[in-house]
């Protein structure tokens, strides 16, 4: 499996909303579903990294895109500059059940909250935002140890 383009990954929770969603809110999704395929999948699933901004975890490519082009095609998800054919991928189906998974249990959140969520102590954009600076990059392997962890403690907490 390969890693995705982080825009048709955002298109995939547009399509599970029917609607645009805020900018703060898509980035956290697309961040949390990388880091679950990265703990249950053991890959990204975005090409791209993820940067430590105020707001949380952000994914440069995509805040550019909006920012310059919005969500600018018919069916209000992001296309290439001119183009009403929306980015798009191929999921197999253990990374569409992931982003399912994702947006059945973070989707009800406010962009805020999923913000709140990942700048807890310990997470990966709050160990590189006060270790490395504002901006820096989140490395995969701080993502896929969180998530492991966060896999972990789901199951003390259910036995």
């Not at 990204?44 to 920012?67: M, Q, S, T, Y």
């Not at 929306?86 to 959140?109: C, M, N, T």
């Amino acid at each position: 499996m390969a890693s995705h383009n982080a825009l048709a990954i955002a298109n995939e929770f547009l399509d599970r909303n029917g609607a645009a969603l805020p900018q703060m809110k898509l980035q956290k999704l697309v961040y949390i579903a990388n880091g679950w395929n990265l703990a249950i999948n053991r890959e990204p699933l975005i090409a791209g990294r993820f940067e430590a901004w105020d707001g949380g975890p952000v994914v440069r490519k995509i805040w550019n895109h909006i920012r310059d082009f919005g969500f600018n095609c018919d069916n209000r998800k992001l296309a290439p500059k001119g183009k009403s054919e929306p980015f798009s991928v191929q999921l197999d189906q253990k990374e569409a059940d992931v982003i399912d998974h994702v947006w059945s249990r973070y989707g009800q959140y406010t962009g805020l909250e999923l913000s709140e969520m990942t700048h807890q102590p310990g997470t990966p954009w709050s160990n590189a935002y006060y270790g490395s600076g504002r901006n820096s990059i989140l490395p995969q392997t701080d993502i896929h140890q969180h998530f492991v962890e966060l896999a972990l403690a789901g199951r003390t907490e259910a036995a």
